[in-house]
């Protein structure tokens, strides 16, 4: 009688097999990269962690456009800005769809938020319409800046009375503005239960979805396979993550919706839509857009604003220059605001290169071809995933001089006859088709959280047992990197912005938000 494993290997023997005649239309040859196993390919080469640092090596020794083959399924990794931007945006009628994931999709439920669905989903469609409307352009999120202003303002209070919790504080500030904006929540609490939900489900979000996380989203057939088998632990791990993404699409839109019936709700994205009496089908969207928001702004803000301070520690000239343009355009009786920006140049600048310095998505989100694409001289069967190495183009010596280096002034022109580098904009927030709906969300954010620190806060590296420690630069793993928590030494500046930051406190105990 055929045994449990037995019927295991056949299973993944015939999906091995389906794969691979999937594969065979075409033998043209794919890009160059390691040599793979008969059968499965280059299951062993797919890196496990920090997956950008692979892709590089393969760049390095194979070109800009490498391959591998997993199972069956090509993976193309493009290493160069100028192959993402003919791949991804002059073909992106072909390149726009996303890989089919499995676990963080069909089990989980994360394809409600739009970003890993293919580019004609309907869903997609109005998750990004409603966005749009909302946050879509600098103009329409210039709209929301005492709303901006009033929380980072917040947080710069509360970091000041408590530097020790700063990273606490950062995802407290980007969680906060994301949940005012979307849902009219006002975060008050320290460990407020709308924040650790949507904390928790991120944090599942960017381990599901990492490029070769689970092995049946290279082999659907996998998901048929029973619970109580060896090697399917993902299963539990699927159950575990629904329960999270079901509580943040959930939960702060059922709260919402019962204040907008009580008519106690405060102005947001969700109350503006549901006033408009939408149908089930609508009012589906719109909360798939509202999670999307969360999904889409807070992480970009978390990952660049701890870099900036892991930044400014470590380069204390570029605090001094800023504080210089800061005193200069500003002074020093008021902070900074979000119409403040064009006169800031540097620390706009600033902004830029932490966004760049460790970028968030160091890999994007992968996209898969909807067609046979010829490309450089290669046959890049349909179906093939497609990875854009962002961090390599952002690290690239020969576009970034000292690339690995802080160094705001290379977005500027000095006037030595050297161009401005290029912006990294142009990557970091996808390509195409894809670009992050929330972009310039993200982008104020973080320009207001710079502007306000820098302006109040002298920001150094930690001391210990009288002795100054040099902080560890780590980064996490994962679709979403953020540095590994760190220590830094925060104080006021002067005597006048310790003067703005009381003030400040002062105020949130008014209002009830200190």
Request: one cysteine or more; charged letters at 20%; aromatic letters at 8%.
């Amino acid at each position: 009688m055929p045994s449990l494993a037995h019927f295991l290997c056949l299973l993944l023997a015939l999906a091995i097999v389906w794969r691979l005649l999937q594969s065979k239309r075409n033998l043209k040859p794919l890009p160059p990269g390691p040599k793979g196993w008969p059968l499965i390919g280059n299951v062993f080469d797919m890196p496990v962690s920090h997956q950008w640092k692979t892709f590089t090596e393969w760049g390095q020794k194979w070109g800009d456009i490498t391959s591998v083959t997993v199972l069956g399924q090509p993976v193309i990794v493009l290493n160069s800005a100028a192959y993402m931007s003919s791949l991804l945006e002059k073909h992106s009628s072909a390149s726009s769809d996303r890989l089919s994931l499995v676990v963080a999709q069909n089990m989980v439920g994360w394809d409600r938020i739009g970003v890993l669905e293919n580019h004609d989903s309907q869903n997609l469609k109005d998750v990004r319409r409603l966005m749009a409307k909302h946050i879509g352009t600098r103009y329409t999120v210039a709209s929301h800046s005492d709303l901006l202003e009033q929380e980072v303002s917040r947080f710069v209070a509360r970091v000041g009375r408590n530097p020790e919790r700063l990273i606490e504080e950062v995802r407290r500030n980007a969680g906060a503005i994301i949940l005012n904006l979307t849902y009219g929540y006002h975060v008050e609490l320290d460990e407020d239960p709308m924040l650790k939900v949507a904390d928790e489900a991120m944090q599942s979000f960017s381990m599901l979805t990492a490029p070769g996380a689970f092995i049946v989203d290279f082999l659907p057939l996998l998901k048929y396979v029973p619970a109580w088998c060896p090697g399917t632990q993902w299963k539990a791990v699927a159950k575990r993550a629904k329960l999270l993404a079901d509580a943040m699409f959930n939960e702060p839109f059922a709260l919402t919706k019962k204040q907008v019936a009580e008519g106690s709700a405060l102005p947001s994205m969700v109350l503006k839509h549901l006033q408009s009496n939408p149908t089930l089908e609508q009012e589906m969207a719109i909360k798939n857009a509202a999670a999307a928001m969360y999904a889409g702004g807070s992480d970009t803000t978390v990952s660049a604003v701890c870099s900036f301070f892991l930044a400014m520690m470590c380069y204390p000239e570029v605090q001094e220059k800023a504080r210089q343009e800061l005193d200069f355009v500003i002074g020093e009786d008021r902070l900074p605001r979000l119409s403040d920006r064009d006169k800031l140049p540097y620390v706009h600048a600033i902004c830029l290169e932490a966004l760049r310095w460790n970028p968030v998505l160091p890999s994007g989100f992968p996209h898969r071809l909807s067609e046979d694409v010829t490309f450089e001289g290669y046959f890049l069967p349909k179906g093939s995933v497609v990875i854009a190495n962002v961090w390599k183009t952002l690290h690239d010596p020969e576009v970034h001089r000292d690339p690995f280096a802080f160094k705001p002034e290379r977005f500027l022109a000095d006037g030595s006859g050297l161009q401005p580098e290029p912006d990294p904009r142009n990557s970091v927030f996808g390509f195409g088709r894809r670009i992050c709906p929330g972009m310039h969300l993200a982008e104020a954010t973080i320009f207001l959280v710079c502007a306000m620190s820098l302006a109040v806060f002298d920001i150094a590296k930690p001391v210990e047992d009288g002795s100054i420690v040099d902080p560890d630069i780590e980064y996490t793993s994962g679709t979403l990197s953020h540095p590994r928590p760190f220590k830094c030494t925060i104080k006021p500046r002067s005597e006048k912005a310790n003067a703005l930051l009381q003030a400040l406190t002062n105020m949130s105990i008014t209002q009830g938000t200190a």
